[in-house]
């Protein structure tokens, strides 16, 4: 028997597309197929609860679909640079394949890692498995980097068109496994409190749940992104970003599949994939993103301090509901709609002034999705200090933000329930609305519900006046 290839699986959790696993198989070695928990590579971008929650139930539906082929998932966990010099070393594999990731961290590590193993004669090939362009290969008149958008997607759509996704592989040769760890002692899943119940009511991790929902957006929904998209109580959106973060669909597939569905009416949803893109190459020209501004003008911005707020938002009790549905959507389900995500990330930054890093973290730990070069794309553009960014005067007005994206008040009646029996026309402003009004709602404004944090029209005028400075 020739040497084993390791596949060395990261967030590419899934067969179809895998450009890895396919130059593995095709290479006739015996394969050991291993995943590695790598927390202290991660450092303090170690997945957050949700992420791992989801992980768990990902790596389950990976190791089901290698088995069906034949091949064990080696679990590992620790400093992946040692894991896999053991793991090549024990079982004398020849060659390790795997597909790049672009957090900082995992490109440095993966750069050491390349070195050590070629330097003991290992062959090792990485693949582009997770973004439509690789990272570094388009670039602006200038010769630089995009930092804008737009000009971006323009140069994206006209590039050699992405390749067809690639087979999942029908036969596989296995190594024999090397010992593996057991999935549940890594404790990835919630014990006490059990906070979990709303993830698994609302998401099925895996390749096959990622190629169904595909499947379903495109032919039933796809037409309709444009406009729906951004009403918030209907399903307009895909819902596809934890299955394209763990990787168990790729971009190209989903290029492929939209095209194929919906041709020119499927641009609209293209172009949000492209955002996601858009935000990984930033991220890889400009590794500093997820913890300081792009823009230096915000170095010294008069940012508050202030817990009982971050508090307030975090647990969605600022009294301003479109916001308090937002964060409470967050916290049952591992997800926000993102005009929701706006909204909230919008709240925190101008409103209370509080740094946008906060929020970032939050968003870290608690959503299903999260995503290094997304969140911290997503947060720096709200907060105005990124490359390509929302102007500094727009604030997010939440009660108009809800009166005209979610106009029945059904977003806000599914996450604040102790707000489900006011009308329409109050749903978004309570504290606006008659006394009979909230009587017969059942509202008892600062018992049931809380009273605004701040006032919107003196926090918008506190935020402009501390951006304006900042544009000197
Ligand atoms: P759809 O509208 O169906 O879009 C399809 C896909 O396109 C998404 O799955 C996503 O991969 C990509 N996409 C869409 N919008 C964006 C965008 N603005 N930026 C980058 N990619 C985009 N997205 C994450 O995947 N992870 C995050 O951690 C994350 N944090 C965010 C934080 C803030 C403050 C903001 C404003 C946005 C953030 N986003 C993040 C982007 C966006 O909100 C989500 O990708 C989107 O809501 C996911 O839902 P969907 O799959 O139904 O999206």
């Avoid at 959790?13 to 015996?30: C, H, K």
């Avoid at 749940?209 to 406009?227: M, N, Q, S």
């Avoid at 919008?346 to 002034?353: A, G, M, R």
């Avoid at 969140?375 to 009166?403: H, I």
């Amino acid at each position: 028997m020739s040497a084993p290839a390791v596949v060395w699986f990261r967030n590419d959790l899934r067969l179809a597309d895998n450009p890895a696993l396919t130059a593995a198989a095709r290479s006739g070695a015996p394969i050991i197929a291993l995943y590695v928990l790598d927390d202290e590579s991660a450092g303090e971008w170690r997945m957050g609860s949700a992420s791992r929650w989801w992980l768990h139930h990902s790596l389950t539906a990976l190791a089901h679909d290698l088995a069906r082929l034949g091949v064990t998932l080696t679990l590992r966990r620790g400093r992946a640079e040692f894991v896999l010099e053991n793991i090549v070393a024990d079982a004398g594999a020849g060659a390790v394949y795997w597909n790049r990731l672009y957090e900082p961290w995992a490109m440095r590590r993966d750069s050491e890692i390349k070195s050590q193993l070629r330097a003991r004669g290992v062959m090792v090939e990485s693949f582009n498995g997770s973004l439509l362009f690789e990272p570094g290969g388009l670039r602006n008149k200038q010769g630089e980097p995009f930092r804008v958008f737009t000009p971006f997607w323009r140069a994206c759509l006209a590039a050699e068109a992405p390749d067809a996704p690639l087979p999942a592989p029908k036969k596989l040769t296995a190594a024999p496994p090397p010992a593996s760890d057991a999935l549940a002692d890594w404790r990835l899943l919630p014990t006490k409190p059990d906070w979990a119940g709303g993830l698994r009511e609302t998401w099925r991790a895996g390749e096959r749940a990622a190629l169904e929902r595909l499947a379903e957006f495109a032919k039933k929904r796809v037409r309709d992104y444009k406009i729906d998209r951004d009403f918030m109580a209907r399903e307009g959106v895909s819902r596809m970003s934890p299955h394209l973060h763990f990787g168990e669909v790729s971009p190209r597939r989903i290029w492929a599949e939209i095209t194929e569905a919906a041709g020119d009416a499927g641009a609209a949803y293209l172009r949000e994939i492209g955002w996601r893109e858009f935000c990984h190459h930033l991220l890889v020209a400009n590794p500093q993103m997820p913890e300081r501004a792009l823009d230096e003008r915000f170095r010294d911005f008069p940012w508050r301090e202030d817990a009982a707020a971050l508090e307030a938002w975090r647990i969605g009790q600022t009294g301003y509901p479109l916001v308090d549905a937002a964060m409470r959507e967050l916290w049952i389900t591992g997800y926000m709609h993102n005009r929701a995500r706006m909204v909230a990330a919008s709240f925190l930054v101008k409103h209370l002034l509080i740094p946008w890093q906060e929020g970032e973290r939050w968003f870290w730990d608690t959503l299903v999705d999260a995503d290094l070069a997304n969140n911290s794309g997503g947060w720096q553009w709200v907060a105005g200090c990124g490359a390509d960014a929302a102007p500094y005067f727009r604030v997010f007005n939440p009660v108009l933000q809800g009166e005209k994206f979610d106009p029945e008040g059904d977003y806000v009646r599914r996450y604040v329930p102790e707000l489900a029996r006011l009308d329409a026309r109050h749903i978004h402003c309570p504290w606006e609305a008659p006394e009979e009004v909230l009587r017969a709602a059942g509202v008892r404004l600062g018992e049931t519900y809380p009273r605004p944090i701040v006032d919107h029209a003196k926090a918008r005028d506190r935020a402009l006046k501390a951006f304006e400075a900042t544009r000197g």
